[in-house]
């Protein structure tokens, strides 16, 4: 997962990307520009991140209708530390209010085990 941020120089709007593999096929992937802008680097990286986690929920649930049980966290790999630190800890939402409430979907899915929010640097 990625997001280019601010890269839309006629709106601002940041770009985010991503794309998920099983065995070693690519299955999902996407690159969108956001509905809204991000005042951040960090805002944007965990708009992305919540976008990722919601495809990941979708095709844990595609899985199961195909009967493919998904019994493994699944890691998305992110290279905005301050993202990941916000996904992690519920104590930096107090500061973030500009950030919309839905985007928050990603810090429950982590809390809940259901996905893994890890580091990667750019470079990688």
């Given at each position: 997962m990625?997001?280019?941020?601010?890269?839309?120089?006629?709106n601002?709007?940041?770009?985010?990307?991503?794309?998920?593999?099983?065995?070693?096929?690519?299955?999902?992937?996407?690159?969108?520009?956001q509905?809204?802008?991000?005042?951040?680097?960090?805002e944007?990286?965990?708009?992305?991140v919540?976008?990722?986690?919601?495809?990941?929920?979708?095709?844990?649930?595609?899985?199961?209708?195909?009967?493919?049980?998904?019994?493994?966290?699944?890691?998305?790999?992110?290279?905005?530390?301050?993202?990941?630190l916000?996904?992690?800890?519920?104590?930096?939402?107090?500061?973030t209010?500009?950030?919309?409430?839905?985007?928050?979907?990603?810090?429950?899915?982590?809390?809940?085990?259901?996905?893994?929010?890890?580091?990667?640097?750019?470079?990688?």
């Amino acid at each position: 997962m990625d997001a280019d941020w601010a890269s839309n120089v006629s709106n601002r709007k940041s770009t985010n990307g991503f794309m998920f593999s099983f065995g070693s096929g690519a299955v999902s992937w996407s690159s969108k520009k956001q509905p809204t802008i991000a005042l951040l680097s960090t805002e944007a990286e965990y708009k992305g991140v919540t976008i990722g986690a919601c495809e990941v929920i979708w095709l844990q649930k595609l899985l199961l209708d195909l009967g493919q049980v998904v019994d493994a966290l699944v890691v998305i790999y992110c290279d905005n530390i301050s993202s990941i630190l916000l996904t992690n800890n519920l104590v930096y939402h107090v500061r973030t209010k500009h950030i919309e409430v839905h985007y928050h979907f990603s810090t429950e899915k982590v809390l809940a085990k259901e996905i893994d929010l890890i580091h990667v640097s750019i470079e990688d």
